[in-house]
């Protein structure tokens, strides 16, 4: 767990691929919970501490994820996130590359809680949710293609799904049809980049994620 930035209302957590922020059926210690002990050590509160999850990201992949220190803050955030005021920026390795350097995807979606995955769906369908993403491509490898990618909508699976059904998978994700897994489990998806208005002081925050040694190397040499 690295905390990339925090103050007296906020948390910022770079997540590892395999961690989950909430507490689910596994039974593994989310981080919220995780956060509750470091605030309780940190600070030596006693009694219980507040930590409110803002929003998630899937259990194999790695990012920036907010976290509230205040009840005040977690509502306001809440409220940031509903109206689209939350800015996150992802970056994917898929598999092949894609025919439009950039473009928008618009699809209907449907997700399975029982089997825990999202389908493309028809507009007609009274359960589906209209999905919108844009990317762009960075970089492209022998094998892999290096995507940036905006979430103008946020649904469950959205990238994962969306990326899959035009034919590139994100590597690793087995799930959506990638060829192999990773070795650790992973999925090569990456919660990049945050920026929104501090929920308090009203300044302006953008955070950026580190970059694991996979991302890496699709950069240029210096």
């Known amino acids: 767990m690295q905390i990339i930035y925090e103050d007296n209302h906020i948390l910022v957590v770079n997540k590892e691929p395999g961690e989950i922020v909430q507490g689910d059926k596994t039974g593994d210690t989310p981080l919220s919970e995780k956060l509750k002990l470091?605030?309780?050590e940190?600070?030596?509160?006693?009694?219980?501490?507040?930590?409110?999850?803002?929003?998630?990201i899937d259990r194999p992949v790695g990012g920036l994820v907010i976290?509230?220190?205040?009840?005040?803050?977690?509502?306001?955030?809440?409220?940031?996130?509903?109206?689209?005021?939350?800015?996150?920026?992802?970056?994917?390795?898929?598999?092949?590359?894609?025919?439009?350097?950039?473009e928008v995807l618009n699809n209907f979606l449907v997700s399975d809680g029982r089997i825990n995955k999202t389908f493309i769906s028809d507009e007609k369908n009274p359960e589906a949710k209209k999905s919108t993403l844009k990317y762009k491509t960075l970089a492209v490898g022998d094998h892999y293609s290096l995507l940036e990618v905006n979430?103008?909508?946020?649904?469950?699976?959205?990238?994962?799904?969306?990326?899959s059904n035009i034919g590139h998978p994100i590597k690793g994700d087995l799930k959506y049809g990638a060829r192999r897994s990773n070795p650790d489990g992973s999925i090569s998806l990456l919660a990049r980049n945050i920026s929104f208005t501090h929920?308090?002081?009203?300044?302006?925050?953008?955070?950026?994620?580190?970059?694991?040694?996979l991302f890496q190397k699709f950069l240029p040499e210096d």
């Open 38 to 40: 470091y605030l309780k």
């Open 42 to 56: 940190k600070y030596n509160k006693p009694g219980n501490v507040f930590c409110g999850v803002v929003h998630r």
């Open 67 to 102: 976290f509230a220190k205040t009840s005040k803050a977690l509502e306001r955030l809440n409220k940031m996130l509903r109206d689209g005021e939350i800015h996150k920026t992802y970056w994917a390795i898929v598999e092949g590359k894609p025919e439009k350097e950039e």
């Open 151 to 163: 979430l103008l909508t946020g649904r469950k699976h959205q990238i994962r799904a969306q990326l």
């Open 199 to 213: 929920p308090v002081s009203k300044l302006p925050i953008e955070l950026e994620a580190p970059l694991p040694p």
